[in-house]
C-alpha cells in the first residue's frame, strides 16, 4: 500500500524515530555503565566522574575476586537448582492444571476455575502464608523456595487458553488410539505448543533467577542462600545500614579500592545468563499476554 | 456398575450427585491431574486465607490457632488509631496513584508510537531493548539505583555538571516516590507495551485502507482507528492494576526504603512485614494484612462493576 506523506507526517516521523532511539539508549545506558565499570581498572575508575563511554583502562581483577568468591559460587549453584527443580515442577504442575481446565465437559470445571481465578484478587497474605511455612516443615529448606510458587494463576490461565486453541481432532484422534490423558497432554498437547510452553518456561525461570524476598524470609541457613540474596548484601545493604558482614568478606587480602568494581561484576555475572536467554523466546512474548486469556 | 442404572433418575434429588460420579469415572484421569492442583491451591492459597483469623486472635505459636485467645477487633483498632496508620495508608495510595497516572499510560503511548515505525529491523531493535529492564532481577535494579543516586554516584555527577549540588539522593524524603516511580516506568514500560502491540498485531489492515481512501491523514487514523482498537485493552488491564492498588511494588520498598524515608516511603505491606515478620507480632501483622487486602478487593469489585456499567468491560 502506498500512502502520500504530508509535510507534517514527515517531521512526526523524524521526530518519533529521534525519540524511540534516544528512549532505547536510556533503556541500555544503565546497564552499559555497569559493564564498563565492571571492565574499568577501580583506580581510574574510581578517579571517573559522569557519564562513561567505555571502560576505563581495562581490568579484570574484580571478576577474579568475584568469581573466587566462594559465596558467589554456593549461591550461583543454589540458584541454578532453584531455577532448574523450580521451573520443571512448575511447568508439570501448570499443564497439568491448564489441562484440567480446559476440558469442555468436565462438571467440575466452573467451581476450579472459579477457585482458581480468585486466587489472583485476594490472599492470605504474607504472615499467614510465613505461618503456613513453618507449620508445615518447610522453614530453612530448599523446598520453601519451590513449593508455595509451584502454580502462578497467571501462567496457568495463559496456558490454558494455550491449550483450548488446540483443534479438537488431534485429541480425539489419539483417543480413538487408546490413549489416556496423560498421553493425549504429554504426547499432543505440549508439543503443539510449544510456543506457549516456551513462554511459561521462560517467564518460570526468570521467576526464581530473580527471587529474593522468600528466601528472605524463609531461609536462615546461608548454604541455601540463592544469588539474589547474597547481591542485596553486596549491593544494597551496606549502603542502607545492614549486615555488611558479607561486602567485608568479599574484599579478604585485596585493596579497598577492588570494592568500586566489585559490586559491578557481580551484577554482570548475576545478569547475564537471563540477558541472553530472552531475546530467543521474544518472538513468542505475544502468545503469553493476549487479552483474551486474561478474563476469567 | 451400579451406576449404568442411574441415568434415567433425573429428578431424582441425588440425580446431580450420580451424574458427577458417572462425570467423574468417566474423566478419571482428568480428575487425577487435577487432585495435586487442587491440593495446591488449597494448601497455598485458601489454608492462608482461613489462617487470616488470627488477625482476630492473640496467636501464640505455642498454644495454635485452636489455643488462642480471640480479641475480635482489637488488632485493626490498634492501627487504626496508631500514629503509623494514616503515614502508611497516604504512602500506599501515593505512590500507587502516582504509578498509575504516570505509569499506566506509558506502555499505551510507547505501543502507538513503535506502531507508527515502518522501518521493521529499527522497530524489533527498540523492543528488545526496551524488555531488557524488565528481566533484571529487582535486587540488581535497586542495586543499580543506590549506586546512581549515591552522593558519589552518576547522577550526581550529572547535577553537579549542571551546577547542582552533590546529595544522597535517596536518603531524600522529597525524593523517594520520584525515584521509586520513575524507575519502575523504566524498567516496565518496553514489557508494558507487548500486549497493546499485541492487541494492534489483529487490527484488520483495511480499516486503514478504506480511511486512507477516504482521505484520513495519519495523525487521524491514530485517533480513529489505532487508538479505539486498544480500549478493550486498556479498560481491562486498568481494572486489573486497580485489583493491586494496595499491593504493588512493595518487594521494591523494602529494598530501597530506611528508616531515614520511611516518612514517604513506607507503606502497608512493608509495615505489615516490620511489625508481622522481623517483630514477631503475627496477629497484628495479620490484621493489618487484612485491612489492606479487604480494601483493595472492595475497590476491584467497585471498579469492575463500574467499567461493566459504563464501558461494557469487565473482568467477570
Not at chain 1, 68 to 97: C, D, E, R, S
Not at chain 2, 140 to 158: A, H, P, Y
Not at chain 2, 184 to 191: A, D, F, K, L, T
Given at each position: 500500500?502506498?500512502?502520500k506523506f504530508?509535510?507534517?507526517?514527515a517531521?512526526?516521523?523524524?521526530?518519533?524515530?529521534v525519540?524511540?532511539?534516544l528512549?532505547?539508549?536510556?533503556?541500555?545506558?544503565?546497564?552499559?555503565?555497569?559493564?564498563?565499570?565492571?571492565l574499568?581498572?577501580?583506580?581510574?575508575?574510581?578517579?571517573?566522574?559522569?557519564i562513561?563511554?567505555g571502560?576505563?583502562g581495562?581490568?579484570l581483577?574484580?571478576?577474579?575476586?568475584?568469581?573466587?568468591n566462594p559465596n558467589?559460587?554456593?549461591?550461583?549453584?543454589?540458584?541454578?537448582?532453584?531455577?532448574?527443580?523450580?521451573?520443571v515442577?512448575?511447568v508439570?504442575m501448570?499443564?497439568?492444571?491448564?489441562?484440567?481446565?480446559?476440558?469442555?465437559?468436565?462438571?467440575l470445571?466452573k467451581?476450579?476455575v472459579?477457585?482458581?481465578?480468585f486466587?489472583m484478587?485476594?490472599?492470605?497474605?504474607?504472615i499467614?502464608?510465613?505461618l503456613?511455612?513453618k507449620?508445615?516443615?518447610?522453614y530453612d529448606?530448599?523446598l520453601?523456595?519451590?513449593?508455595?510458587g509451584l502454580?502462578?494463576t497467571?501462567?496457568?490461565?495463559?496456558?490454558?487458553t494455550?491449550?483450548?486453541?488446540?483443534?479438537?481432532g488431534l485429541?480425539?484422534?489419539?483417543?480413538?488410539?487408546?490413549?489416556n490423558?496423560f498421553?493425549?497432554?504429554f504426547?499432543i498437547?505440549?508439543?503443539?505448543t510449544?510456543?506457549?510452553?516456551?513462554v511459561i518456561?521462560?517467564?518460570y525461570a526468570?521467576g526464581?533467577?530473580?527471587?529474593?524476598?522468600n528466601?528472605m524470609i524463609?531461609l536462615r541457613d546461608?548454604?541455601?542462600?540463592?544469588?539474589?540474596?547474597?547481591?542485596?548484601?553486596?549491593?544494597?545493604?551496606?549502603?542502607?545500614?545492614g549486615?555488611?558482614?558479607?561486602?567485608?568478606?568479599?574484599?579478604e587480602?585485596?585493596?579497598?579500592?577492588?570494592y568500586v568494581?566489585i559490586?559491578y561484576?557481580?551484577?554482570?555475572?548475576?545478569?547475564v545468563?537471563i540477558l541472553?536467554i530472552?531475546?530467543f523466546?521474544?518472538?513468542?512474548?505475544m502468545k503469553g499476554?493476549?487479552?483474551?486469556?486474561?478474563k476469567? | 456398575?451400579e451406576?449404568?442404572?442411574?441415568?434415567?433418575?433425573k429428578r431424582?434429588?441425588?440425580?446431580k450427585?450420580s451424574?458427577?460420579?458417572?462425570?467423574i469415572?468417566?474423566?478419571k484421569y482428568?480428575?487425577l491431574?487435577?487432585?495435586?492442583?487442587i491440593?495446591?491451591?488449597?494448601?497455598?492459597?485458601?489454608?492462608?486465607?482461613?489462617?487470616?483469623v488470627?488477625?482476630?486472635?492473640?496467636f501464640?505459636a505455642?498454644?495454635?490457632?485452636?489455643?488462642?485467645?480471640?480479641?475480635g477487633l482489637?488488632?485493626?483498632?490498634?492501627?487504626?488509631t496508631?500514629?503509623?496508620a494514616?503515614?502508611?495508608?497516604?504512602n500506599?495510595?501515593m505512590?500507587?496513584v502516582?504509578?498509575?497516572?504516570?505509569?499506566?499510560p506509558?506502555?499505551i503511548?510507547?505501543?502507538?508510537?513503535?506502531n507508527?515505525?515502518?522501518?521493521?529491523?529499527?522497530?524489533?531493535?527498540i523492543?528488545?531493548i526496551?524488555?531488557?529492564p524488565?528481566?533484571?532481577?529487582?535486587?540488581?535494579?535497586?542495586?543499580?539505583?543506590?549506586?546512581?543516586?549515591?552522593?558519589?554516584?552518576?547522577?550526581?555527577?550529572?547535577?553537579?555538571?549542571?551546577?547542582?549540588?552533590?546529595a544522597?539522593?535517596?536518603?531524600?524524603?522529597?525524593?523517594?516516590?520520584?525515584?521509586f516511580?520513575?524507575?519502575?516506568?523504566w524498567?516496565e514500560?518496553?514489557?508494558?507495551?507487548?500486549?497493546?502491540?499485541?492487541?494492534?498485531s489483529?487490527?484488520?489492515?483495511?480499516l486503514?485502507?478504506?480511511?486512507?481512501?477516504?482521505?484520513?491523514g495519519?495523525?487521524?487514523q491514530?485517533?480513529?482507528?489505532?487508538?479505539p482498537?486498544?480500549?478493550?485493552?486498556?479498560?481491562?488491564?486498568?481494572?486489573?492494576?486497580?485489583?493491586?492498588?494496595?499491593s504493588?511494588?512493595?518487594e521494591k520498598?523494602?529494598?530501597?526504603?530506611?528508616?531515614?524515608?520511611y516518612e514517604?516511603?513506607?507503606v502497608?505491606?512493608?509495615?505489615?512485614?516490620?511489625?508481622?515478620?522481623?517483630?514477631?507480632?503475627?496477629s497484628?501483622?495479620?490484621?493489618v494484612?487484612?485491612?489492606?487486602?479487604?480494601?483493595?478487593?472492595?475497590?476491584?469489585?467497585?471498579?469492575?462493576?463500574?467499567?461493566?456499567?459504563y464501558?461494557?468491560?469487565?473482568?467477570?
Amino acid at each position: 500500500m502506498k500512502r502520500k506523506f504530508s509535510l507534517g507526517e514527515a517531521a512526526f516521523d523524524t521526530a518519533n524515530h529521534v525519540f524511540l532511539l534516544l528512549f532505547g539508549l536510556v533503556c541500555l545506558y544503565p546497564m552499559l555503565h555497569v559493564l564498563f565499570a565492571s571492565l574499568s581498572a577501580p583506580s581510574r575508575l574510581a578517579q571517573h566522574s559522569g557519564i562513561l563511554w567505555g571502560p576505563q583502562g581495562f581490568s579484570l581483577v574484580g571478576y577474579e575476586v568475584v568469581l573466587q568468591n566462594p559465596n558467589i559460587l554456593t549461591g550461583y549453584l543454589n540458584t541454578l537448582f532453584y531455577v532448574v527443580v523450580g521451573t520443571v515442577l512448575n511447568v508439570l504442575m501448570t499443564a497439568m492444571g491448564a489441562y484440567v481446565l480446559s476440558r469442555k465437559n468436565l462438571m467440575l470445571k466452573k467451581p476450579m476455575v472459579i477457585m482458581v481465578v480468585f486466587t489472583m484478587y485476594f490472599g492470605g497474605g504474607l504472615i499467614p502464608n510465613f505461618l503456613l511455612i513453618k507449620e508445615l516443615g518447610l522453614y530453612d529448606t530448599r523446598l520453601a523456595l519451590i513449593v508455595p510458587g509451584l502454580i502462578a494463576t497467571w501462567n496457568l490461565i495463559v496456558m490454558r487458553t494455550g491449550f483450548m486453541a488446540v483443534p479438537d481432532g488431534l485429541e480425539e484422534s489419539a483417543k480413538i488410539d487408546g490413549a489416556n490423558d496423560f498421553t493425549i497432554l504429554f504426547r499432543i498437547i505440549l508439543p503443539v505448543t510449544k510456543a506457549t510452553v516456551a513462554v511459561i518456561v521462560l517467564f518460570y525461570a526468570v521467576g526464581h533467577w530473580n527471587a529474593w524476598f522468600n528466601a528472605m524470609i524463609y531461609l536462615r541457613d546461608r548454604e541455601l542462600y540463592p544469588l539474589q540474596l547474597l547481591l542485596r548484601e553486596i549491593l544494597i545493604a551496606n549502603s542502607t545500614g545492614g549486615n555488611t558482614i558479607e561486602s567485608v568478606s568479599l574484599m579478604e587480602g585485596d585493596q579497598a579500592l577492588v570494592y568500586v568494581v566489585i559490586k559491578y561484576c557481580t551484577i554482570i555475572v548475576a545478569t547475564v545468563p537471563i540477558l541472553f536467554i530472552y531475546p530467543f523466546c521474544q518472538k513468542y512474548f505475544m502468545k503469553g499476554v493476549m487479552l483474551g486469556s486474561m478474563k476469567g | 456398575m451400579e451406576l449404568a442404572k442411574t441415568p434415567g433418575a433425573k429428578r431424582n434429588p441425588n440425580a446431580k450427585v450420580s451424574r458427577l460420579r458417572k462425570d467423574i469415572v468417566m474423566n478419571k484421569y482428568v480428575y487425577l491431574m487435577a487432585l495435586p492442583v487442587i491440593a495446591y491451591f488449597l494448601i497455598f492459597h485458601y489454608a492462608p486465607i482461613g489462617g487470616l483469623v488470627i488477625a482476630f486472635q492473640n496467636f501464640s505459636a505455642f498454644k495454635g490457632i485452636g489455643g488462642s485467645d480471640w480479641v475480635g477487633l482489637q488488632h485493626f483498632q490498634d492501627f487504626l488509631t496508631s500514629p503509623y496508620a494514616f503515614r502508611v495508608i497516604r504512602n500506599t495510595l501515593m505512590i500507587n496513584v502516582y504509578q498509575i497516572i504516570f505509569g499506566f499510560p506509558a506502555p499505551i503511548l510507547l505501543a502507538l508510537l513503535l506502531n507508527e515505525i515502518r522501518v521493521q529491523l529499527f522497530k524489533r531493535a527498540i523492543q528488545t531493548i526496551s524488555y531488557m529492564p524488565h528481566f533484571i532481577s529487582l535486587v540488581v535494579i535497586c542495586g543499580m539505583l543506590v549506586d546512581f543516586t549515591q552522593s558519589e554516584g552518576v547522577i550526581n555527577d550529572i547535577i553537579v555538571f549542571f551546577g547542582g549540588e552533590r546529595a544522597n539522593l535517596l536518603m531524600d524524603t522529597d525524593l523517594f516516590r520520584t525515584i521509586f516511580v520513575s524507575s519502575g516506568i523504566w524498567q516496565e514500560v518496553g514489557w508494558g507495551s507487548i500486549i497493546y502491540l499485541a492487541a494492534l498485531s489483529t487490527l484488520d489492515p483495511h480499516l486503514y485502507e478504506a480511511s486512507s481512501i477516504d482521505g484520513a491523514g495519519r495523525f487521524r487514523q491514530l485517533v480513529h482507528i489505532t487508538f479505539p482498537a486498544l480500549v478493550p485493552t486498556i479498560l481491562i488491564l486498568l481494572i486489573m492494576r486497580m485489583g493491586h492498588i494496595m499491593s504493588e511494588g512493595f518487594e521494591k520498598i523494602i529494598l530501597l526504603y530506611n528508616p531515614l524515608t520511611y516518612e514517604t516511603a513506607d507503606v502497608i505491606s512493608s509495615y505489615v512485614y516490620r511489625r508481622g515478620i522481623q517483630e514477631a507480632n503475627y496477629s497484628f501483622g495479620a490484621a493489618v494484612g487484612l485491612f489492606n487486602s479487604s480494601i483493595n478487593f472492595i475497590i476491584l469489585l467497585a471498579v469492575n462493576y463500574l467499567s461493566r456499567k459504563y464501558a461494557k468491560e469487565s473482568l467477570w
